[in-house]
């Protein structure tokens, strides 16, 4: 069982995703917030590319709909990216679906469907992850959103903290200088995640945003241990 | 003064280098071997994409020719990327022009020609890449070869080390999350870089080329202080 991380979707391509697990990863946001949803008892989230076609599935199917361009809603949709619209009591979201187009998490998910099996990984899910990755007992590989097609630390920084939970039970990170990056990233992080992404990109964008609820809420780790965002082909489930 | 790496030749679409110095690096072997050519007192490094170019170049100009895929010497050049290659006294290079297609150092260079100004980078000339950034004063790109498009850590790690020396004179990093991770592995590695670097995959590579003696060359900063490769348009020569 090996780990490697791709640092963008843009770098796909490079990797041959057959009969391998791939953890797509967008900690801020995307993928904490369809972990979210899937807790909060929505049944399936479909993760598309364009605003149009997400405003298109809540026509179709009742879905909720949930899109940001730049960090921001976009227009026509019910809610943006932030998991805390999911929590609130505005919009009844258990037994109803979500469509969802994001910045950066969307095309990693859709460029990585060549994965034997494809789950969503977050901090506030990574037992649930790291868990999956150790009952398939297959390559894994981390595919980081990133930001616009360019490296960011906290997505990075969860295929540190993944490799973390997989080493004792056999995992090998020593054939990938990202996943040994990402690992020792990750030491670095461990003891104050939310301190140590202070430094990052990401958080100057998320206050811009004022979204600082988000950030915290985003760097807790196992608030949901047990939440799985597992694609069953056409949509992600609770695995 | 602010400094970005790209980690991948492929990901350079993504960059606007107007404006800007940009500074290749592919300490594993190109732009260590470029470093060592240029001290040796070569007056001139054609860096080009194809064996045949290379070739080409040694027909119609004379010049040394040098040349690998995934590390080997190809067929039909003089040398392959070893600097040890130009240190020898197998072959006369002083006053001679090199002509070096190497794997990923030429397409990481070719691919950068848009910057304001253009050096080759390498532990071997750390301080002299880090005081021509200085006298320029302009923000700064540092394109690290990878391997094959994917991250490696030896780049990575001299976009660290120039960070390093530029941060004291007002050099900002904070708005780059894989500047602030090169800063970071640097900090990690410099006490015994050749040691740090065990763990990494371009050493396995090299061990399997039987080229250990490249490592460690590669891996001590400063051994050419004062030799910069400069791109005057086209070709690189001493700056």
């Known amino acids: ?7 963008s979707p843009d770098l796909l391509p490079l990797y041959d995703l057959r009969g391998q697990v791939a953890v797509i990863v967008d900690v801020f946001r995307a993928t904490s917030t369809i972990a979210t949803a899937l807790h909060q008892g929505m049944t399936a989230v479909y993760p598309v590319t364009t605003v149009a076609e997400c405003i298109a599935l809540g026509h179709e199917r009742g879905c909720l ?3 940001e361009r730049d960090g921001v809603r976009a227009a026509g949709v019910d809610i943006g990216n932030s998991p805390f619209e999911l929590l609130h009591e505005d919009y009844p979201v258990r037994g109803r679906e979500l469509a969802i187009s994001t910045t950066n998490g969307t095309k990693a998910l859709r460029h990585s469907l060549a994965a034997e099996a494809l789950v969503c990984g977050a901090f506030i899910n990574l037992t649930a992850v790291a868990d999956f990755c150790l009952a398939q007992q297959r ?4 595919v980081a959103a990133g930001w616009k097609g360019k490296f960011c630390l906290e997505d990075t920084l969860l295929g ?8 004792p039970h056999g995992l090998d990170i020593s054939e990938s200088d990202a996943a040994l990056t990402a690992y020792q990233l990750w030491q670095n992080a461990r003891a104050d995640l939310p301190g140590y992404l202070h430094q990052s990109a990401a ?10 609820d988000d950030y915290l809420f985003c760097t807790q780790v196992d608030t949901y241990p047990d939440v799985l965002p597992l694609w069953d082909g056409s949509k992600l ?3």
């Open 65 to 67: 709909t949930a899109s």
């Open 203 to 212: 958080l100057r964008r998320l206050r811009e945003l004022e979204a600082n």
């Open 1 to 7: 069982m090996k780990l490697d991380l791709c640092f």
């Open 139 to 142: 390559d894994i590989l981390v």
């Open 160 to 167: 540190g903290a993944l490799a973390e939970r997989l080493l």
């Open 237 to 239: 489930v609770r695995g």
